[in-house]
Every structure is written in C-alpha cells, then in structure tokens.
C-alpha cells in the first residue's frame, strides 16, 4: 500500500494512454503553487486478527458460555463440539453470508478458519462443519440457551464499565419495538401469525419484538428478543406485540435484576398496566404521547401546560438546524399514577415548524435534567436504524428462512443477535477510524472478512491491546 508520495523516477516516455486516449503529461508545477498533495490511504487491517483480538477483549469467555450448553446429541457420537458448531454459526452473520449455503461454499476448505476456531473454542479443529450439522443440533436444541449467552455478554460489557458513557441519569437506555421477520402465502407452521387483508389474501408471517441497549452516538447493541406466534394452533385470540412485551420484560427483569433501566416506547405501549410494571421493577420509561390514543389524557396535560408558563426552555440546534423548544409539566394523575410529561418542538432556522414530539415519562422533570430527558425520548429510533434496518438490509438477512423448522429457527435468530452485538463491538472499535475510508460497504467488509478468516493464521503469542474504545465513527 501507498505510504505517501512516492519520489519521482522521470518522466515516462512509454504509451501511457489517459481517459480521453492521449499520451500522459506530467502535471505543470508553477513555483509557489504546487500540485494537490496525494491523500494517504490507511492500510487494510487484518480482518481476522482484529477479530480475535475484540473477542478476546471483550467477550473472552464467549466459548466457555457457549460450551455450558447442554449437547442435544448423543454424547460420544459427535464429531464437531457444540460449542464449534455455534461459533461457526456466529461467523455466518459476521461474514455476511446471507444463507447457510453461501457459508459452506465459501468455507469449504478453509483449514485455517478451523484452526482459529478450534483456538478460539479450545479445542482441536481440523475442517469446518457443514451448517447442516448446526441445522441438526438446532432442532433438538432449547433456543433459550442461546439468549441466556447474549445475555452474559451484555453484562459483561456492564460489568468492565465499556458502557458507562451511555448512561443517562445514570440509567441505561433500553429501545423495544417489533419488526416483521418473514411472511409466507401457506402456513408455515402451527405458530403462524394470520393476517386478512381489505382485498380478501391471507397470509401468514412470523414477526420478532427486541429490546436494543441505544446510544446518543449510534449503538445498538441486542439484549433480549420474544417471538410473536401463536400458541401452537389451540389459542382463542392471536398473539401481538404487547402481550410478548409482557413476556420479554419479566425475562429483562430476571436476566438484569439490578440493572437500571429506561425503556423507550413507542405509543402502542401507552398502558397503565404497562406502565405499572415499569415501576413495580423500578424502570423509567419514556413513551410516546399521541392525542389521538389518550385524548382525555391529552386535554389534561395542555390545561395544566397552560398554568405553568415557567417550565419551557429552548436552544439553538449545531449547524444552522434550526432551535428546539421544550416544555413539561409534572404530577399528570393517570389511573392513579403520577407521570411527567415533556413537549418538543422543532424549528428550522427560518423559524419555520418542522416537528412535534410529546412522551410520557415516570420522573419529575426540572431544569437540571429537562434537556437529558428530551434527548433519551427521541432515541428509540435507533432500534429501527442502527437495529432491524441493519439486521434486515446489512448483510444479516433477518427477512431470509434459515431454516423451516420453528426450533431451529429461532436458534438461528439468537445467533444472530450475537452477531449483530459482536460485529458492532469490531466495526465500531479497532476498526472504527479506518471502516468506512476502507471497507466502503458492509457487504464488502463482509466478504473480505470470510476471506481473511480462511486465509488468516493466528500466531502463538497475539499481543493484546490495553483497552479498546468504542467509536463514536
């Protein structure tokens, strides 16, 4: 690669033949104005030894969590460990694949990703598995367990404080929302969701709830995911988004139970039974307000907006953007609950209206926090941003049927959020200053990561960085 400007070695008087099909002149120098200066171009990392040295560094027992899974196979009959199998499935997201086919034709004889499996499991590794082994073991395998490691390595990263700056009133910032996973015209299977459209088609689908750890400078790391399905054929009204809520936050609380958290919420989960859990478990939360679901509610809340001309504030916005005005109001009785509310306003900078937003929250809102408040409401976002779009459109192929059977698929869902964690904590980290200069594209980064893999050989005594900061890129 180029250092920077190489010494000059004369003119060539060789058939250079430029775009435009005439002999290459060198570039005219007048004294005092020299040519534009060659831009350095930063050298291409070592895909695969950054990745070992983030796994290290980060989640150094990823493999021990994975081996404490039980083994659905009968002991002594397998060749490749259980705990080989699901790195492998790991780097199937990370190498942007996009299906289990894609993955063993790249991988075929790749001796050298193995071995730096077989390293990174230890143990002895001495050929890459065909995903259909992992299909097997999938099948038979609780997808639960697989959660239960994603879960260890977010607490992990909270326990060696890689977190911290993402706390907002000393509280970590948790986005919910749903997404669609993939939809079929036939039932796919018994936990089908059924939807009839207005022009009489039926079709059938499988949809994911996640709850994403968000930043102010654009994570989103995965914590914890519920399926939206039916019970099997035998339900008397289908599931939704809200009833695996109710499910995925008991779980939140047992797997974080003295983890403080904020949970951003869009306006389908403005209820007082939501709500009330929210502070039976000692979370805040920020819900978006909308005067069409809580009119009466709503009315209230401008009333007393009205009798509190003293909390509103304002600031200008970076960049010419433009201003943004706030106001709130405390003490709002709902159901018996005492909640806040905080109204955002948005001009451009000709001071024309370019939004509105308003959220219910479960703290009194003042002058010291109003604007840390109004920040965290407008992060759930990133839920759809940095989480499903990239899950979706950024290599992970979340919409892709990696397997038909129900069991199966859902381990490979689990492994995908591990993934998507992993690949955050790598992109964002070594390789946060030089990614975007380099790679160009995450497909791009994605092949020359299966392809480093496969050629890469990690060396006895890797040094290791004293700490790796998380890019704000």
């Known amino acids: 690669m180029d250092e920077g400007i190489q010494a000059a070695q004369g003119i060539d008087q060789g058939g250079d033949e430029g ?22 171009r930063p050298l291409t990392p070592d895909l695969a030894r950054e990745f070992v040295v983030t796994i290290r560094h980060f989640l150094p027992d990823l493999a021990a969590w994975f081996g404490e899974i039980k083994d659905p196979r009968e002991s002594g ?21 996009g299906s289990r086919n894609h993955f063993n034709n790249w991988v075929a004889d790749a001796v050298q990703m193995a071995r730096l499996l077989g390293r990174l499991a230890d143990c002895e590794a001495a050929a890459v598995a ?41 509280r970590f910032l948790l986005a919910v929302d749903g997404t669609g996973m993939y939809v079929f015209n036939k039932p796919h299977c018994e936990e089908c969701l059924k939807t009839e459209h207005a022009d009489g088609t039926v079709t059938y689908s499988h949809k994911l709830l996640v709850a994403f750890l968000v930043s102010q400078d654009g994570f989103a790391l995965p914590v914890a995911c519920e399926f939206i399905e039916n019970a099997g054929g035998t339900y008397v009204k289908q599931d939704c988004e809200q009833k695996a809520f109710r499910r995925l936050e008991r779980r939140i609380r047992d797997l974080f139970p ?83 509310v905080i109204f955002q306003t948005d001009y451009d900078d000709q001071g024309q ?34 989480g499903f779009n990239v899950l979706k459109n950024g290599g992970f192929a979340l919409e892709h049927v990696y397997s038909r059977n129900p069991t199966a698929a859902k381990g490979y869902c689990h492994l995908m959020l591990i993934a998507h964690l992993i690949q955050q904590l790598l992109v964002r980290g070594r390789l946060g200053a030089v990614f ?15 392809q480093s893999l496969a050629t890469y050989v990690l060396p006895d005594d890797l040094p290791m960085p004293g700490q790796i900061r998380l890019s704000t890129a």
């Open 258 to 340: 003295q983890t403080p958290f904020w949970l951003l919420l869009d306006a389908l989960y403005a209820d007082q039974n939501i709500m009330r859990s929210c502070f039976s478990y000692g979370w805040n939360f920020c819900i978006a307000f909308l005067d069409t679901d809580m009119p009466a509610l709503w009315m209230e809340a401008q009333a007393l907006l009205a009798l509190s001309p003293g909390q509103r504030a304002s600031i200008k916005l970076p960049k010419k953007e433009g201003s943004r005005d706030v106001a709130w109001i405390n003490d709002l009785a709902y159901e018996g609950l005492s909640l806040s």
């Open 130 to 170: 065909h995903l259909d082994t992992l299909e097997s073991v999938l099948r038979k395998m609780d997808p639960i367990r697989l959660e239960l490691v994603l879960a260890a390595a977010i607490r992990r990263l909270i326990r060696m404080k890689a977190l911290d700056d993402w706390r907002v009133g000393g």
């Open 77 to 97: 009959q397998a060749t490749y460990p259980l705990k080989l199998l699901l790195l492998q499935g790991v780097l199937m997201y990370l190498t942007h694949s």
């Open 19 to 40: 775009l435009a099909g005439g002999t290459a002149q060198p570039c005219k120098v007048t004294k005092g104005k020299p040519g534009r200066r060659k831009k350095t």
């Open 436 to 450: 975007k200069t380099v790679f160009k594209s995450f497909k791009n980064y994605g092949q020359k990561l299966a």
């Open 353 to 386: 209206l370019v939004a509105q937003f308003a959220h219910l929250t479960a703290r009194p809102i003042d002058r010291n926090n109003v604007w840390s408040v109004a920040s965290a409401a407008r992060l759930r976002w990133r839920c759809e941003n940095e």
